[in-house]
């Protein structure tokens, strides 16, 4: 097996969109395809793979809008997150019209729970219950490959936001940090739901936001 990575900006919110796939079998999955389903299809013929799966980290229009229609043209099921963000889910509509971004409604075929594993085009991911950004909020990590995918949990240089009114938790999210990413080794890469990279090792040096936890 040799698992390939690459990052499609969609969305003007330029949400990265994370395709993976295998050279050798040529199955694919794309882990949260927020719009311009034609950019991630070029994209996708480009690699001569089949997408065999959508994941999703949260619900968020610019992650999650296009899900749905990906689905229909493609048959992949759409897997993930956790249940606790279907009421997000439920109205991505209403989130996409408020931007003038297409998105549409989307039921995941299932839900993902923490310390569950999903196969990604053939490599073993932990899911990850990271809420604070989202009630729902996970996180992908191939432990063995030393590779994981943060959504809006954490950035190069920043955390995800979390003033969104009733559900946005700071407090939950600075936690999930510390108790399930901060525990992994300083080489693990990983790639944000926007923006740029980075290492866990980089970012415990470099984010303030974990200097400042750290310090606690």
């Known amino acids: 097996m040799a698992l390939q990575v690459g990052v499609i900006p969609v969305t003007g919110f330029q949400q990265n ?24 299809q070029a994209a ?51 989130q996409g019209a408020a931007y003038r971004i297409k998105a549409r409604n989307c039921t995941p075929s299932r839900y993902l729970e923490d310390g569950e594993t999903v196969n990604m085009a053939g490599a073993i991911f932990t ?25 809006d949990v954490l950035f190069k240089g920043s955390i995800g936001r979390t003033d969104f009114g009733t559900y946005g938790n ?8 510390r108790d399930k990413i901060l525990t992994l080794p300083d080489d693990f890469a990983f790639t944000c739901g926007h923006g740029p990279g980075s290492t866990i090792g980089a970012e415990r040096l470099f984010n303030p936001f974990l200097t400042e936890l750290a310090a606690q």
């Not at 809008?65 to 109205?91: K, W």
């Open 170 to 177: 700071y407090e939950q999210l600075m936690a999930a940090i």
């Open 44 to 94: 996708l013929e480009k690699t001569g793979a089949t997408l065999k799966t959508i994941y999703l980290t949260h619900g968020h229009m610019d992650h999650a809008g296009g899900a749905t229609e990906l689905s229909e043209l493609t048959g992949a099921p759409i897997i993930g997150p956790h249940h606790g963000d279907q009421f997000l889910l439920d109205r991505l509509e209403e």
């Open 17 to 40: 969109c994370t395709l993976l796939w295998d050279d050798e079998t040529l199955e694919a999955v794309m882990v949260d395809p927020g719009g311009n389903i034609p950019r991630l």
């Open 127 to 151: 899911v990850r219950h990271c809420p604070g950004h989202t009630p729902g909020h996970v996180v992908y990590l191939d432990l063995k490959g030393g590779f994981g995918i943060m959504g």
